[in-house]
Nanobody, 115 residues
């Protein structure tokens, strides 16, 4: 079983930056790690992912502002968020791709961006 623990959320102002971390137990260096978010009253949405080689993919709304990276030695994946907007306010989750699905999830960390 894989366990994921997010950290780094908080309250920031529009235009600020924030870096989220996700500590992963278990070996996941050869698979995708992803970030998702869920705003109040909305469905959970995909933010981006990174594979074992460091290749990334992002949803359009965060391209150029968010960067995902991973440190396989530390079993940690990061989400660097720059130029934050109020519409980025959400609970952010990390997840690991196993057997064709996002199988394991963290508990989430709240990010609130004030205008």
């Amino acid at each position: 079983q894989v366990q994921l623990v997010e950290s780094g959320g908080g309250l920031v102002q529009a235009g600020d930056s924030l870096r989220l971390s996700c500590a992963v137990s278990g070996r996941t260096d050869s698979t995708y790690l992803g970030w998702f978010r869920q705003a109040p009253g909305k469905e959970r949405e995909f933010v981006g992912r990174i594979n074992g080689s460091g290749n990334t993919y992002y949803t359009d709304s965060v391209k150029g502002r968010f960067t995902i990276s991973r440190d396989n030695a530390k079993n940690t994946v990061y989400l660097q968020m720059n130029s934050l907007k109020p519409e980025d306010t959400a609970v952010y989750y990390c997840a690991v791709w196993i057997a064709g699905t996002w199988k394991y999830w963290g508990q989430g960390t709240q990010v609130t961006v004030s205008s």
